[in-house]
């Protein structure tokens, strides 16, 4: 049974610049999350899908952060015209829809460092 | 809205010795779950334990052991004779019914040293 899966695992950028980061939940899990986690801090929400649908956007998503999940399996992350404050750990994980609030299974993590 | 503290940034303590990390939370949601992760050097978080509000049995797993109890809103955390592979930073993470979302404290690094 694989794991969650994040790619890249490191993106270093100029400041201004668009990125763009893939996540692959576990294969019969139909919820999946972004989340943000910078040095020292536990991680901050960012967004939910269950499906293809998004459900709940944080409001630390500015309008450059958008997210999809398309086809309800895997998802992507863009960033547009970063910034230094987005340099941070950005992480994936998914859950099953078996009952309500289940455990949350995270990836690895992308490490994004803004120049 | 919801909050969880965890007080201690940092704990160090030799191997062997018995250790509690501490996790308070705030929400007013009456059906709620909380949940611990390890996150080890390699970065990954690693799901402990999930606990629901309705269950306040304390649970015990091998050296690990958590204490819930609503009256203080407290869920601690205890590893007893503790290991060097138990180094890492421990989180505490809450969230409520209907929503999805995990809220958590800002993790207590944990050194064991041999």
């Known amino acids: 049974d694989t794991g969650v899966s994040q790619d890249p695992r490191h993106k270093i950028t100029k400041r201004g610049q668009n990125v763009t980061f893939r996540c692959d939940p576990i294969?019969?899990?139909?919820?999946l999350y972004w989340y943000r986690q910078t040095l020292g801090q536990g991680p901050e929400f960012l967004t939910y899908?269950?499906?293809?649908?998004?459900?709940?956007k944080s409001r630390l998503l500015s309008d450059r952060f958008s997210a999809e999940r398309p086809k309800g399996s895997f998802s992507t992350l863009e960033i547009q015209r970063t910034e230094q404050g987005d340099s941070a750990m950005y992480l994936c994980?998914?859950?099953?829809?078996?009952?309500?609030?289940?455990?949350?299974?995270f990836g690895p993590g992308t490490r994004l460092t803004v120049l | 809205a919801q909050k969880v503290t965890q007080a201690q940034t940092e704990i160090s303590v030799v191997e062997k010795e018995d250790v509690t990390l501490d996790c308070v939370y705030e929400?007013?949601?009456?059906?709620?779950?909380l949940f611990w992760y390890k996150q080890p050097p390699s970065g990954e978080l690693v799901f402990l334990i999930r606990?629901?509000?309705?269950?306040?049995q304390n649970e015990i797993s091998g050296r690990y052991s958590w204490n819930f109890q609503k009256s203080t809103s407290s869920f601690n955390f205890t590893i007893t004779a503790s290991q060097v592979v138990d180094s890492a930073v421990y989180f505490c993470?809450?969230?409520?019914?209907?929503?999805?979302?995990?809220?958590f404290g800002q993790g207590t690094r944990l050194t064991i040293n041999p």
């Open positions: 294969s019969e899990h139909n919820r």
């Open positions: 994980a998914s859950s099953p829809k078996r009952r309500y609030n289940n455990e949350q299974f």
């Open positions: 993470a809450l969230s409520v019914q209907g929503a999805q979302k995990l809220v």
């Open positions: 899908f269950q499906n293809e649908a998004q459900l709940e």
């Open positions: 606990r629901n509000s309705f269950d306040e």
């Open positions: 929400t007013r949601d009456t059906t709620y779950y």
